[in-house]
């Protein structure tokens, strides 16, 4: 039987068109097209423009393919990764971008689809993989890392503070059974947190499956190779926005885009610059965007959205 076909609901739909700022005849290009809502925005907001769609999600693409399907030739779909970018605008004999889109994270789709282990909601293989594929499971990750680098996963990753506490517990745990499962790894969590049965607090496995999943997926090294490469690919003019989930990604985005922002890179304490740099790109938001409380009371996904953009240079 066909998978059902789903929609997307974009995050910040009037602020990523505002900041994009997609014309006409324009080239641009998705990052990451999940249920291609944001896709459809530039698509009808610039006619005779060409986008592209990239995911790393093959179900994602499949059902993005007839989602878009009325767009005919103006949409293309490519299997692959965003920090690969540059070697599928080889492919496609095109020059550079006239702007481009991150949404990055997870999709709403990929957290409701049991079998994919990504949420602690359902009983399920603790898989979490975007590309299943390709790659290592969240379970061989907590079956087999040492304890060391399984407590730095979580501190770094999810910035959890019981880090220590929890991956003893793993450890321990796997010495009499396979951790395989989404519930097993969550009740685990739950026994290990002080706490942990407070139903007034914040699910205690929260930052623990956020720090698998990034770290099972390469979310934050894909995203420091992804916007160097995408601003080198931006014609002169062009923008590029991210959205972002949570403070890791926002710090990398903020950080990457001030540094791609500056001018003279010489050392503080010569009176006159030596190095002649100039910057690749202009900073056209500050601080970051957040949703409305219109839009969070509609969209409950937006309420952590962050969105940042900038321009490449003339």
């Not at 907001?45 to 005919?72: E, F, H, K, M, T």
């Not at 100039?278 to 409380?293: E, N």
Request: hydrophobic share 40%; charged share 25%.
């Amino acid at each position: 039987m066909a998978a059902e076909l789903y929609s997307h609901l974009p995050v910040l739909p009037e602020e990523v068109i505002h900041w994009l700022d997609p014309q006409p005849g324009g080239v641009f290009l998705d990052g990451t097209l999940g249920g291609a809502g944001h896709a459809r925005l530039i698509l009808d907001r610039a006619p005779a423009s060409r986008l592209i769609g990239v995911d790393r999600d093959a179900a994602a693409l499949a059902n993005a393919a007839q989602i878009l399907a009325p767009y005919g030739d103006r949409v293309s779909l490519h299997h692959t990764e965003f920090d690969q970018a540059a070697g599928l605008l080889t492919q496609l004999g095109l020059s550079g971008l006239d702007g481009m889109l991150l949404d990055l994270g997870v999709s709403s789709h990929q957290l409701d689809t049991r079998e994919r282990g990504f949420s602690f909601r359902y009983e399920a293989p603790l898989d979490m993989r975007m590309n299943p594929q390709a790659g290592t499971t969240a379970a061989e990750v907590v079956n087999e890392l040492e304890e060391a680098p399984l407590r730095q996963l979580f501190f770094d990753f999810g910035e959890e503070r019981y880090s220590r506490r929890i991956a003893a517990r793993i450890v321990a745990q796997r010495q009499q059974e396979p951790i395989s499962t989404t519930t097993q790894l969550a009740d685990l969590v739950r026994a290990a947190v002080p706490g942990g049965h407070r139903p007034d607090r914040i699910h205690p496995a929260t930052r623990v499956f956020q720090a698998l999943r990034i770290y099972v997926n390469d979310e934050l090294g894909q995203l420091k190779r992804g916007i160097d490469a995408a601003i080198d690919l931006l014609k002169p003019g062009g923008r590029l926005v991210v959205i972002s989930f949570h403070s890791l990604e926002d710090r990398i985005v903020k950080q990457l885009f001030r540094s791609r922002a500056r001018g003279c890179i010489c050392p503080p304490r010569l009176p006159v610059c030596q190095c002649q740099h100039q910057p690749d790109v202009v900073l056209l938001t500050r601080k970051g965007i957040k949703a409305t409380s219109a839009e969070i009371e509609h969209n409950q996904r937006s309420r952590s959205a962050i969105l940042r953009a900038v321009q490449r240079c003339q």
